[in-house]
């Protein structure tokens, strides 16, 4: 490492642009932080921290603690192959003695490593590091150019690609100017503040002053103070209310991104308006406007909200009466639109479902529906028969407010709009609430239905789905996931663990492909679903802690079992795995499994036992098979477990003391029988051949 010569610096770099999107600033944010680190470091440039700021004008990024000097270094430069460098004796050739020269280097400092499966000659060469300020310049141009965000583009005449136009550029180390260029725009002191509110551009004297200087200017350049202060002063502003903001994080980040000066203002609404959903409400005033909802201390939203102006305290007045006169215009529309929606019950626009494609290859949503409807009709006669009919009338109506009016304009509104008009036209309470849960869960940890109807309803919509693309090969590849089959199959997953239901995967995809009748796909579809699912619930268990061998053991298992026996067995097995007499069963167990033949082998005869240890161990398998039925259907997997480890002696026994592969065909064949019968018995369990032995420590 380089020896300290001074004081460490500060290496300030500010990418000033014009307007980026807020969608972009957090990502780019990140890639900037990450870049920076690796970059120094790959530079051999060592610091203490990295510091990310960021607006709508600006990306920046502050390394602290930076040594003033690189790191020293040791550059491996290889030659000639060992075979040509040196003769028989060892002696260097004139290869090895032309290679050290042209290096600097004493041919008696070459040394000798392995490389693309040769041995050659390496001359080390010690580089002293140099100054920061010498290799910043090129550091610099690494960063800009290492943001890669979607859509960037080229923009007027300029060769570099960016998600907006580069404005100006900033590199201070310390109070120094780091001078570098790219597309013309050179490197200066020069920044800007607020675009209105201090909108000249003014000198940066040193990095230090970086984010009081902006704050002067009525930039507040850091993100999570931003953030803070939007919280904290929305909270001021309606605690005399008792009221507080709709939690919306998703929100508070877009709107974080799209301010450099943030300042709350409290507007109001007419009390009229409140008769609409409120989901309807909030939608209106965070999608189109960017606006928060309030909501008092019955979690019920009242007719304020607030902006977040990007501009001075002395301009609330005006972005009040502003604002207010939007929103109007903005409830006006989405009351037109609801009120229309009102004129026809969900049951009249059945019909109209076969206007709309769902899919060019899967026909109408109209056809959608009835696959859906045929599919939770079955789920309801297999789990729930008393709610077969309730559960199918909200299959039947679960995909006619996708062509209503409010649904058109706010497409994140489907299935809470069909809720609400669900239980204005006066069907059931549960119905209705089956027609929103379809949806759900809408992310990864997301909320499950909380009804029998909705969740039912919610595995025909997904199962159908998964099935219906997979037939016409519109699978997920990759990172392209355009369907969101892997959100929808791990929240099949989930359903069936929080409900219990007895259901299987098998089971599930066999029933929704059978509605596929017009659809021609390939044989091996359902082996392909399944498979698919298999790595969701691997990476789903992984998550839940299991070890990869337990979870290799019952995967097999899993499209055919329900998955909370799955889970049951893991936990049988992991409990298991703790005991003294594991390692023994298992090394047991895989003597069984290492010698049974992939062919297919006749049914055991008990007139071929003709040995003491086959014989035993025929008769402790049979007596363990005996007891193992009744647990099975208890569910009592550990117990099964320690029941099986009772054969450990027997089977080692047997494999002491018989010869198994006999001489005698029908004798070699008999007793690879009784060996596939303790590994068919075991395989209800799991698949020991998977399972590892407990490594002692």
């Given amino acids: 490492m380089a020896q300290n010569t001074g004081n460490n610096l500060s290496f300030l770099l500010e990418i000033g642009t014009e307007d980026l999107p807020a969608r972009f600033l957090t990502p780019a944010l990140q890639q900037l932080r990450d870049n920076t680190r690796k970059i120094l470091e790959d530079s051999h440039v060592t610091f203490s921290d990295v510091k990310i700021f960021g607006t709508p004008r600006r990306l920046a990024v502050v390394a602290e603690g930076v040594h003033p000097l690189q790191e020293d270094s040791t550059r491996e430069v290889f030659g000639p192959s060992k075979k040509a460098a040196f003769d028989e004796d060892g002696v260097p050739t004139k290869a090895a003695v032309g290679f050290a020269r042209s290096q600097r280097v004493s041919v008696e400092s070459l040394v000798v490593k392995n490389k693309d499966k040769g041995a050659y000659v390496v001359a080390l060469i010690d580089e002293k590091g140099a100054h920061v300020r010498e290799i910043l310049p090129d550091i610099c141009r690494k960063l800009v150019l290492s943001i890669h965000l979607p859509k960037s583009m080229r923009w007027g005449n300029n060769t570099v690609r960016f998600v907006r136009p580069i404005r100006w550029l ?19 002191n020069l920044t800007r503040g607020h675009r209105f509110l201090s ?4 000198q940066l004297k040193e990095s230090s002053g970086y984010r009081r200087l902006l704050a002067n200017n009525c930039v507040v350049v850091d993100q999570e103070e931003r953030k803070n202060i939007i919280v904290s002063k929305m909270e001021s502003l309606l605690a005399p209310s008792g009221e507080i903001p709709v939690k919306d994080e998703e929100l508070l980040e877009t709107v974080t991104n799209l301010v450099e000066y943030p300042v709350p203002v409290l507007a109001t609404f007419s009390k009229d308006y409140l008769k609409l959903p409120k989901e309807l409400l909030i939608t209106v005033m965070k999608d189109h406007q960017k606006y928060f909802a309030v909501e008092g201390a019955d979690r019920e939203i009242t007719n304020h909200f607030v902006v977040i102006s990007n501009t001075s305290e002395e301009n609330a007045d005006v972005v009040r009466i502003g604002a207010e006169r939007v929103i109007k215009a903005r409830f006006e529309d989405a009351r037109f639109y609801f009120e229309e929606d009102r004129k026809n019950p969900l049951s009249a626009r ?40 309730r559960v199918m009338r909200a299959a039947s109506l679960s995909k006619t407010d996708l062509i209503t009016g409010v ?60 099935t219906a693309f997979f037939s016409i090969g519109l699978t997920p590849t990759g990172s392209e996931d355009p369907f969101a089959l892997r959100r929808q199959s791990l929240g099949i997953i989930a359903i069936l663990f929080d409900k219990g239901y007895g259901l299987t995967l098998e089971g599930l995809v066999s029933k929704a492909l059978q509605t596929l009748s017009n659809v021609n796909y390939p044989e091996d579809t359902e082996k392909k679903i399944l498979q698919f699912f298999e790595g969701r619930l691997e990476t789903l268990l992984s998550d839940y802690g299991y070890s990869p061998d337990l979870i290799a053991s019952v995967s097999s298992l899993a499209p055919g079992v329900e998955l909370r026996q799955i889970v049951e067995r893991l936990d049988a097995l992991k409990k298991f795995k703790l005991e003294d007499r594991f390692n023994d069963f298992v090394t047991a167990v895989k003597r069984v499994y290492n010698i049974i033949p992939e062919t297919t082998v006749p049914g055991l005869e008990r007139k071929l036992l003709i040995e003491e240890p086959e014989k035993n161990l025929k008769e402790d398998l049979d007596s363990v098979i005996r007891d193992l039925s009744s647990l099975m259907k208890e569910r009592k997997y550990y117990d099964a477990l320690k029941l099986f480890s009772s054969l450990t002696g027997s089977i080692n026994n047997f494999f002491d003391h018989t010869l198994v592969m006999d001489k005698r065909e029908e004798i070699k064949l008999n007793r690879l029988a009784l060996l596939k019968e303790i590994r068919g018995a075991l395989s209800e369990i799991a698949d020991f051949s998977k399972i590892s032995a407990v490594q002692e420590s």
């Fill in 199 to 202: 909108p000249a551009a003014f």
């Fill in 350 to 389: 059945l019909e109209d479902l076969r206007k709309v494609t769902f899919q060019e290859s899967l026909g109408s949503l109209h056809e959608k529906t009835e696959r859906v409807t045929a599919i939770a009709g079955v789920l309801a006669a297999q789990v729930l028969p008393s709610e077969k009919d």
């Fill in 170 to 188: 900033i590199a201070l180390l310390d109070k120094e100017l780091i001078e570098f260029e790219i597309d013309g725009i050179k490197s200066n």
């Fill in 407 to 466: 649904v058109r304009e706010f497409p994140e509104l489907q299935g809470i709009m069909g809720k609400y008009y669900a239980g204005l036209d006066g069907e059931d309470r549960e119905v209705a609430q089956a027609i929103e849960e379809q949806y759900l869960p809408a992310h990864s940890g997301g909320s499950l239905p909380q009804t029998d109807l909705g969740a039912l309803l919610s595995l025909a919509e997904k199962i159908d789905n998964i």
